[in-house]
Structures are given as structure tokens and as C-alpha cells.
């Protein structure tokens, strides 16, 4: 990375897998607004479709996820009856309206269920809502808890789309994190999934994790290329201990510095490339005939709760707790807490508890930020039409700061980001987000 760009390093970024966040979702929104807006939709509206599982056997001490370590498996089997409620509510609010491109499955720990019980949810999903065999399963796994046959079963069940949660295969690293599992164990489930006919198959890799040097990660980098995932992401870790009491059990001094975090990420690029992966968005490596690949080649990456994905779908229904639904501008999350969920699902409700009504500035700013993202341009032009005279003196300042250290290129109406920044593309998208300028008086802007 350029020596310029070092100094944006240290601004926290926003994910941006919706926009505006999660964070800025209040309790104006209703089941109710999610229903009329269901009931709007078209009969063939590509429907993309996410089960939230979230338990979990024990804790790593990174998890920023909504999940809770369970014991009990019979509090599993109750939320897996709350979730077949939540669905049969929604079936009755689309009434035969919308198609189901995809259904993912993440976590939590989705393979804590069983497969008789995830194959139960999907029977309900067919049931309530309608499912084809061109939909697009996919599932994300804890290896730890891959049992016998499980890949098998998975595979018989229509699931097409594997995601191990990898991280870091240094011993120390693991230790530091409290998720031991090792290349063997990671090894003999890549090799089920394999032989259960699997061609798509994801890895999670984490930087900036406690003890991590290059030395360390380099290993973790050729031990995953050896294993030829057709995906994989990068993720940079988050710690954020005040809000996620859990991180407190990381040693901050075991922290690898912010050039460091550069460096790591930069070393996983490079091994990922060098084996012949290519580069999606800023942070996601898929071989040449992965699907997201050729999505990414064809101009039709989109980034959502997942991250990047090929799914066409627009309109996202979410089950579970803390899930997020997003039907034409509407945001509507469930409650987080599972308890709360599951006794609303129980009583037949969809469990909204907050949410957002994107405003037509909003949309103009996700369509960019998302470009961004995915494509690592934009045009600017629809930005800075609509901002307020102050937000679009302070865009422009910033656009040119970033073009002045040679972080984008700014030609007529499009930026785009240089050769090897795309590290940066969620910073330049902070560029033109009011939410992350604190200074901004946004609300007046509609
Ligand atoms: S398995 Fe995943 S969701 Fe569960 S604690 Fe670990 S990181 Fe969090």
C-alpha cells in the first residue's frame, strides 16, 4: 500500500452491507409496514431469502454475530418452531406473490441444527412460499461441528453453496481467539463436502487477530490455497469491546498494529491472486468459474447482509432473530433478543421490532456506495445533484483530498478507485455518506 494512504487506515469503516446500517434503524417500523409492503409486490419478484441460526456450541471471543451458546438442544427445537411460524406468516402475507431465487442459511452456527431440522425449515419455506430447483441454497458451517454424513445430507437436501468459518489455522492465533480446530480437522471436511459433490465452496479468513504476524498468516494463507476453496473472503477484525462485551477476552496488546492489519491484508491478496484467484469487491477471492466470478466479470455484483453475492434479488425476507427484511425501500429487523422472537413468532406475528424507511437520498447513496463497492467506481454526478449546498462543498473537499493522495481518479462525472486501493473503497464510499460525518445535518435532506 502507498505510504499516502496509510493515514485512512486507522478511520473505522462502515460495512456497508445495507445502507443506511443497521444503526440507524429505530422503532418507527412495524410488522404492519412490512406486510403492506409484501402485499405490493409483484407474482414473479425474485425473492432472496436468509434463515438466521443462532446458536452456537461455544464462544470465539472475535464473534460480533448475533448468536448465544446453547446447551440445551430442545430450546434449538423450539426456536426451529417459532422460525416454521414466522414462515407461514409471510406465506400468508405474499399470498403467491414473489419467487425465491435464493435461501442462505447463516449464524450463529447453522449446522448446530440437524439436517432433519433444516430440512424441515426448507420443506416450510417450499410449503409457505414456494421453492424450484433453481434456487440457490447455501449454507455457512462451523467444520467443528461437520458430523458424519452431514455433507451428504446437506448436499441431498439441495444445498449447493458451502461456507466454512475458517479465520486463522495458527495454533496460537486460535488459542488467543478460543477457536481451536485444526487444518485436519478443516482438511476432512473439505474433503466430504467434496466428495458430496460440492463445486462451491467458501472459506472465512480473519486479519487482524491476536498474534498474527506474516510470518503466521503466510502459513494460513498457503494451508488455504492448498485446499483450493472456490471462494474466499478476507475480513479485517473489528474490535469493538465496548460494544461486544465478549472481545474483552482478547488481549488488545496481542493486537497487530494498523500497518500491520495493512500488511496482513495485503499478503492474502497476494497469495490469493498469485494462485489464479480474482479479486470481488474489496475483500471477497473467487477462481475464474465461480459464479460470483462471472457475476463480477458481467457488471451484475450486488453486496448485501451476506456481503457480495450474484443474487439478483432485490427484495430480502429474513427469519429469525435479529433478522433484516428489505422490501422496496422499507428496512424491517426482527427482535435480537431469541427469546422475544420466538415467543412473537410463536404467537403467529412476524416479530419486526425496528427498522427504516430509506428516504430517495438514501437510495441515490446506496446505489452509490454499492457501485463503490462492487464495481470500485461510480458516478458522482446524482450524489452531489441532490446533496445540500454544505454536504456537497464537503463531498467534493473530500473526493479531492482522496484524489490528491492518488486513491481515486476523478474523470468527468465517475470516480474510480487507483490500482491497489481497493482496500479502501468502503473509506471512499465514507467520503460521500453524511451518516459517517457526524457534523452533517442530514435530516433535512429527502
Ligand atoms: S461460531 Fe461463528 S457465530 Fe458462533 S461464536 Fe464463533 S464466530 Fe460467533
Request: glycine share 8%; with cysteine; net charge negative.
Amino acid at each position: 500500500m502507498e505510504d499516502s494512504w496509510r493515514k485512512y487506515l486507522s478511520k473505522r469503516a462502515p460495512r456497508y452491507t445495507s445502507y443506511p446500517s443497521a444503526l440507524h434503524f429505530d422503532g418507527s417500523v412495524t410488522t404492519a409496514d412490512l406486510v403492506e409492503k409484501l402485499g405490493e409486490i409483484d407474482v414473479y419478484e425474485p425473492l432472496s431469502l436468509y434463515v438466521h441460526v443462532p446458536f452456537c456450541r461455544q464462544l470465539c471471543w472475535y464473534c460480533g454475530c448475533n448468536m448465544r451458546v446453547e446447551n440445551y438442544y430442545a430450546r434449538a427445537r423450539d426456536y426451529v418452531s417459532a422460525l416454521m411460524n414466522e414462515i407461514a406468516f409471510y406465506g400468508r402475507a405474499l399470498g403467491g406473490r414473489g419467487r425465491p431465487t435464493s435461501v442462505h442459511f447463516g449464524g450463529g452456527t447453522p449446522n448446530y441444527l440437524l439436517c432433519n431440522e433444516l430440512g424441515e425449515i426448507l420443506t416450510a419455506v417450499e410449503r409457505e412460499i414456494g421453492l424450484t430447483d433453481s434456487a440457490n441454497l447455501a449454507i455457512e458451517l462451523d467444520p467443528r461441528l461437520l458430523r458424519e454424513n452431514d455433507a451428504d445430507n446437506l448436499a441431498s437436501l439441495g444445498f449447493t453453496r458451502f461456507s466454512l468459518g475458517v479465520q486463522d489455522f495458527d495454533p496460537v492465533v486460535q488459542k488467543a481467539i478460543n477457536r481451536l480446530q485444526s487444518f485436519e480437522l478443516v482438511e476432512a471436511c473439505v474433503s466430504d463436502i467434496r466428495a458430496a459433490g460440492v463445486d462451491d465452496l467458501s472459506f472465512d479468513v480473519l486479519y487482524g487477530l491476536p498474534h498474527q504476524t506474516l510470518r503466521r498468516f503466510e502459513d494460513t494463507m498457503e494451508k488455504v490455497v492448498s485446499l483450493s476453496p472456490d471462494r474466499v473472503s478476507v475480513f479485517g477484525y473489528a474490535h469493538l469491546p465496548g460494544a461486544l462485551p465478549r472481545q474483552r477476552m482478547i488481549d488488545e496488546a496481542a493486537l497487530p498494529s494498523e500497518a500491520m492489519r495493512s500488511d496482513l491484508a495485503a499478503l492474502a491478496d497476494e497469495r490469493l491472486i498469485d494462485a489464479g484467484y480474482l479479486r470481488i469487491g474489496f475483500d471477497h477471492y473467487a477462481k475464474p468459474d465461480n459464479a460470483l466470478a462471472k457475476a463480477g466479470f458481467e457488471g451484475r455484483l450486488k453486496r448485501n447482509f451476506q456481503g457480495f453475492t450474484d443474487d439478483a434479488a432485490t427484495t430480502l425476507i429474513g427469519f429469525g432473530a435479529s433478522a433484516i427484511s428489505f422490501v422496496d425501500g422499507l428496512y424491517a429487523q426482527n427482535e435480537k433478543d431469541i427469546g422475544a422472537y420466538a415467543a412473537r413468532a410463536r404467537n403467529g406475528e412476524a416479530p419486526v421490532s425496528r427498522g427504516l424507511h430509506r428516504t430517495k437520498r438514501e437510495t441515490v447513496l446506496a446505489s452509490a456506495i454499492s457501485d463503490l463497492l462492487c464495481n470500485l467506481k461510480t458516478n458522482i454526478s446524482l450524489v452531489l445533484r441532490g446533496a445540500p449546498p454544505a454536504d456537497a462543498i464537503r463531498i467534493c473537499s473530500a473526493l479531492e483530498g482522496l484524489e490528491a493522495d492518488g486513491v481515486i481518479q476523478w474523470r468527468g462525472d465517475t470516480i474510480t478507485l487507483a490500482d491497489g486501493a481497493h482496500a479502501l473503497a468502503r473509506t471512499v464510499a465514507m467520503a460521500i455518506d453524511p451518516y459517517a460525518q457526524p457534523q452533517v445535518e442530514y435530516a433535512a435532506a429527502v
